[in-house]
T-cell receptor
Framework: AQKVTQAQTEISVVEKEDVTLDCVYE???????LFWYKQPPSGELVFLIR??????QNEISGRYSWNFQKSTSSFNFTITASQVVDSAVYFC??????????????FGKGTKLSVKP | EAGVVQSPRYKIIEKKQPVAFWCNPI?????LYWYRQNLGQGPELLIR????????DSQLPKDRFSAERLKGVDSTLKIQPAELGDSAVYLC?????????????FGPGTRLTVL
């Protein structure tokens, strides 16, 4: 079964702290894509990153970094030196790769991050 | 470039009333998705369109929900009659293709409250 688990429901940190959001997935596909989206209070999901299953290189974009480990089916997201503007709900998602459901996103339940000044 | 547009942003209705949501995708995006997001949950797919064809509606509760995408551009999602459990945020998204690597662009959603 295709499934995404974000075990952390809520995380609260103080500004400038580093924080890691966990994502574990299950899939029967050998080729798949993983995504992270940010949902600020305005409600619109904002795309952050896409990673395919054959690329296990970690990625860094400014204060954001992602650690993809196929062996543990994890795709974790770290924010370095967090800021108040990072406060949002973050979703990890898996894209189905075969059949009629190709392209459909399966989302985790999200992790609500609160960054306090 | 304009993003995905949805209206209304908020809707409050009494149970058993009908309601409709409208979505205008990003220009040129052939694939359109409707998701429902319950409080504290991630979005769940209701229906996916490729142009004007509904290619995946397996999760759409067809007894009360219907959708259309005339001319392969704008789309409308309807609920008739609404039930208390339909209270949620309804999100529309679009992408340039249906491949698993295609990024989906989301609208701000319509928050529905059924009293």
């Amino acid at each position: 079964a295709q499934k995404v688990t974000q075990a952390q429901t809520e995380i609260s940190v103080v500004e400038k702290e580093d924080v890691t959001l966990d994502c574990v997935y299950e899939t029967r596909d050998t080729t798949y894509y993983l995504f992270w989206y940010k949902q600020p209070p305005s409600g619109e999901l904002v795309f952050l990153i896409r990673r395919n299953s054959f690329d296990e290189q970690n990625e860094i974009s400014g204060r954001y970094s992602w650690n993809f480990q196929k062996s543990t089916s994890s795709f974790n997201f770290t924010i370095t030196a967090s800021q108040v503007v990072d406060s949002a709900v973050y979703f990890c998602a898996l894209s189905e790769n075969y059949g009629g459901s190709q392209g459909n996103l399966i989302f985790g339940k999200g992790t609500k991050l609160s960054v306090k000044p | 470039e304009a993003g995905v547009v949805q209206s209304p942003r908020y809707k409050i209705i009494e149970k058993k009333q009908p309601v409709a949501f409208w979505c205008n995708p990003i220009s040129g995006h052939n694939t359109l998705y409707w998701y429902r997001q319950n409080l504290g949950q991630g979005p769940e797919l209701l229906i996916r369109y490729e142009n004007e064809e509904a290619v995946d509606d397996s999760q759409l509760p067809k007894d009360r929900f219907s959708a259309e995408r005339l001319k392969g551009v704008d789309s409308t999602l309807k609920i008739q009659p609404a039930e208390l459990g339909d209270s949620a945020v309804y999100l529309c998204a679009s992408s340039s293709g249906r491949r698993s690597y295609n990024e989906q662009f989301f609208g701000p959603g319509t928050r529905l409250t059924v009293l």
